[in-house]
């Protein structure tokens, strides 16, 4: 049964630049939430993905932008990189299966170093 | 508001208990978590306790709830090195599904041989 996937491991990227970074659920789960862990720090909700839309979002400007797709596969889009956007990010899914409890379980991320 | 503390470092000689602490600020949280993660790798989902829990115990891990004080607590017996990493707590606000966590800066474990 594999886990949540992300690719890829690492990327280098130049001020200004766009990014793609990109999620596999864990098989049976239908909901993917990003998250931005900066150095030394816990991470923090950038949005979630749900039936193709963006469900929730967090205090992150519109430079972050998501996508899911009908496999429940999910893409990170950041533009206009800034050094500040160095960091690991993380992809977790879940299940949205009513009435289920189902706690997120995290992919290993993609470590973005922006220069 | 949403915030989320735990002590920054925390040192045990190996076959000791560790006691990792947490606070949070929202009593509307339903669930809380603990993390565990390892260098250059994600979090590693330990535990979690519904809100209306006092404890929930795991094999070596026990948690401790005390809603009144908004205090959480993970217990580690018999702490070996391989369980030195950092240690995160969580809270979410949504019943059933989890979409929005807020977590705390994390505990760094270190297991001394």
């Known amino acids: 049964d594999a886990g949540v996937t992300q690719s890829p491991t690492h990327l280098i990227k130049t001020r200004g630049q766009q990014v793609t970074l990109r999620c596999s659920p864990k098989?049976?789960?239908?909901?993917v939430s990003w998250y931005q862990q900066a150095l030394g720090q816990g991470p923090q909700f950038i949005f979630q993905?749900?039936?193709?839309?963006?469900?929730q979002r967090g205090n992150f400007p519109d430079r972050f932008s998501g996508h899911q797709f009908p496999n429940y596969s999910s893409e990170l889009n950041v533009n206009a990189l800034l050094l500040g956007d160095s960091a690991l990010y993380l992809c977790?899914?879940?299940?949205?299966?009513?009435?289920?409890?189902?706690?997120?379980?995290f992919g290993n991320g993609t470590r973005l170093t922006v220069t | 508001g949403e915030d989320v503390e735990q002590s920054l470092f925390l040192s045990v000689r190996e076959g000791d208990s560790s006691v990792i602490n947490c606070t949070y600020t929202?009593?509307?949280?339903?669930?809380l978590y603990w993390y565990k993660q390892e260098p250059g790798a994600g979090l590693q989902l330990l535990t979690y306790?519904?809100?209306?829990?006092d404890m929930k115990q795991d094999q070596r891990l026990t948690v401790l709830l005390n809603k009144k004080d908004k205090h959480l607590s993970l217990r580690i017996a018999d702490t070996q090195t391989g369980d030195s990493a950092i240690y995160f707590c969580?809270?979410?606000?949504?019943?059933?599904?989890?979409?929005?966590?807020?977590f705390g800066q994390g505990t760094t474990l270190q297991v001394k041989p």
């Open positions: 306790i519904f809100s209306n829990m």
């Open positions: 969580a809270e979410s606000f949504s019943s059933g599904n989890t979409g929005k966590l807020i």
């Open positions: 977790a899914s879940s299940s949205s299966l009513k009435g289920v409890s189902s706690p997120l379980h």
């Open positions: 929202d009593s509307s949280s339903t669930y």
């Open positions: 098989s049976g789960h239908d909901t």
């Open positions: 993905y749900y039936e193709e839309e963006e469900r």
